[in-house]
Nanobody
Framework: QVQLVESGGGLVQAGGSLRLSCAAS????????IGWFRQAPGKEREFVAE????????EYLDSVKGRFTISRDFVKNTVYLQMNSLKPEDTAVYYC?????????????WGQGTQVTVSS
């Protein structure tokens, strides 16, 4: 399937911003839904945001609405997650995933994850 490469994680202070990238290689994202998930230590993996490649339809976790924005770049074949007004509770490993855009969505391709740490 699509090979996913993530980047952009790091350490920031509360209120700061980061932009995560999810680049596809081998295949384009055409016909796929792309999502961001996160997992904190001792917590279950949770859905953060998703976007359909063709239609651009988006969904967000309630706690990140108004702060995070998911977008896509057709030329670079890349999906971004712009994270603003970061809070310590956003600290987690963030994963990019992709699946065929047929509802209900099933994500079957995953990136390696990138660490996001937000200090108080």
């Amino acid at each position: 399937q699509v090979q996913l490469v993530e980047s952009g994680g790091g350490l920031v202070q509360a209120g700061g911003s980061l932009r995560l990238s999810c680049a596809a290689s081998g295949r384009t994202f055409s016909g796929y839904v792309i999502g961001w998930f996160r997992q904190a230590p001792g917590k279950e993996r949770e859905f953060v945001a998703e976007i359909t490649w063709i239609g651009g339809n988006t969904e967000y976790l309630d706690s990140v609405k108004g702060r995070f924005t998911i977008s896509r770049d057709f030329v670079k074949n890349t999906v971004y997650l712009q994270m603003n007004s970061l809070k310590p509770e956003d600290t987690a490993v963030y994963y990019c995933a992709a699946g065929v855009a047929t509802y209900p969505y099933k994500y079957d391709g995953w990136g390696q994850g990138t660490q996001v740490t937000v200090s108080s």
